[in-house]
């Protein structure tokens, strides 16, 4: 491996719309000054109104994906997003484990599509929960994703500080629990480590052009690990750049739009804020 900082091997499923998945994740890390190689567990035919089909790759590919990318390149990063049924998430997990180990990785638990299209099988919550989530440096859950993994119902940001909890009680190292499905003026995430909880409050985008904005953030928060940036220091920055992304969607499409991930940040403020 070379010394170079910011390359991030991203597994994860392909969005034929090119507002989610794969696609969202190269645009980010790239406009974040970072590398992006992809392992594709998925194919999709989607737009912004929603998913219509969902084609799996085979387990042996993915393997062989992640295997090319780690033994030549290499990654300062790695990033997970949809890992559709039990035995991709096993594919992944053993070859990161055999391939790469001890780069730190950003788990995005993608279960649901924007729509509302289920993009995880539900007999592979579990193996989600058993072999993924212990591997991750942090998870990136929303809310739904929140209470599908710990049974616990969130309605309030009381209720995401227990739902944090129980998640690092699993053995989970970080939580980066999302809050943009709780109502009102105010969006708070949460990040929880073993050393406390902290919020981060913004105020809310009142936008439809929202498409992908998880992947974006997992994989903006990846990147910044990949440049050797701490994990509050990678979050902030990470929130930064989703909103910017947000502010200058380019309006797209007829339903849940896609961002501007191609928006200019100045470095220095991002650093500032970071």
Same mark, same amino acid.
């Given at each position: 491996?070379?010394?170079? %900082? #910011?390359?991030?091997? $991203? ?48 387990? =042996? ?14 990654? =300062? ?7 559709? =049924? ?15 180990? #001890? ?8 279960? $649901? ?24 440096? *942090? ?34 190292? +970080?939580?980066?629990? %999302? ?26 985008? =009142? ?16 990147? #910044? ?9 990678? *979050? ?5 750049? $989703?909103?910017?992304?947000?502010? +200058?969607?380019?309006?797209? #499409? ?21």
């Amino acid at each position: 491996m070379s010394g170079a %900082k #910011g390359r991030v091997l $991203v597994c994860a499923g392909s969005d034929s719309g090119g507002g989610a998945g794969i696609q969202a994740d190269i645009k980010a890390i790239t406009a974040l000054g970072g590398f992006a190689a992809t392992a594709v567990t998925a194919l999709t035919a989607q737009n912004t109104l929603g998913v219509q089909g969902v084609v799996g790759v085979s387990a =042996d590919f993915i393997r062989l994906q992640i295997r090319m990318v780690l033994e030549d390149i290499g990654a =300062d990063a790695i990033k997970t997003g949809m890992l559709a =049924d039990s035995a991709t998430i096993e594919a992944v997990c053993d070859a990161l484990a055999e391939f790469g180990p #001890g780069i730190p990785l950003v788990a995005d638990p993608v279960m $649901v599509a924007k729509g509302g299209h289920p993009l995880l099988a539900a007999e592979a919550v579990a193996t989600l929960t058993a072999r993924l989530l212990p591997m991750a440096a *942090v998870i990136t859950p929303n809310l739904p994703e929140a209470e599908a993994l710990t049974g616990l119902s969130i309605a309030t940001v009381d209720d995401m500080r227990r739902a944090a909890d129980a998640l690092l009680g699993r053995g989970v190292r +970080a939580v980066l629990l %999302k809050g943009g499905h709780l109502e009102g003026p105010v969006l708070t995430d949460l990040l929880a480590t073993a050393d406390g909880i902290e919020s981060f409050e913004s105020p809310r985008i =009142d936008s439809r052009h929202t498409h992908g904005t998880g992947c974006t953030l997992a994989s903006a928060l990846a990147c #910044g690990l990949a440049q050797g940036m701490g994990l509050r220091a990678a *979050v902030v920055r990470a929130r930064a750049y $989703v909103r910017a992304a947000m502010l +200058a969607a380019p309006g797209f #499409g007829q339903g849940h739009g896609p961002l501007g991930h191609g928006v200019t940040m100045d470095p220095a403020r991002l650093e500032q804020l970071a």
